[in-house]
């Protein structure tokens, strides 16, 4: 498994930005989706976006299209979530995860249960 830390999180107002960083450490990356989740008070934990580690290809939840992006920086081990144009709706604790040769059907990687590596979570609050 990878060991996975967030960090980055914090307080801010609605329109503003964030860039959540999401380090890793483990044996081997290749063949990894790394993802972010999040979850609201009293709901689900519900996708957010996903990166293939190998090739970058991308992966947007519909609420989060042309304002979060998903990134990494292979040299350094870390995944990034940009997130601009912060809405209160985003409010959130928000989870890296990872899996190692996820499955080939695609839609299983929208799904939290796919992950087999997650963080601690980090705390984002937009206020009106």
Not at 21 to 48: D, H, I, L, T
Not at 64 to 83: C, E, H, P, W
Request: hydrophobic share 35%.
């Amino acid at each position: 498994q990878m060991q996975l830390v967030e960090s980055g999180g914090g307080s801010v107002q609605a329109g503003d930005s964030l860039r959540l960083s999401c380090a890793a450490s483990g044996r081997a990356f290749s063949g990894y989706v790394m993802a972010w989740f999040r979850q609201a008070p009293g709901k689900g934990r519900e996708f957010v976006s996903a990166i293939t580690w190998n090739g970058g290809s991308t992966y947007n939840a519909d609420a989060v299209k042309g304002r979060f992006t998903i990134s990494r920086d292979i040299a350094n081990y870390v995944v990034y979530l940009q997130m601009n144009s912060l809405k209160p709706e985003d409010t959130a604790v928000y989870y890296c995860a990872a899996k190692r040769f996820p499955p080939l059907d695609r839609t299983r990687w929208f799904v939290d249960s796919t992950y087999d590596s997650w963080g601690q979570g980090t705390q984002v609050t937009v206020s009106s």
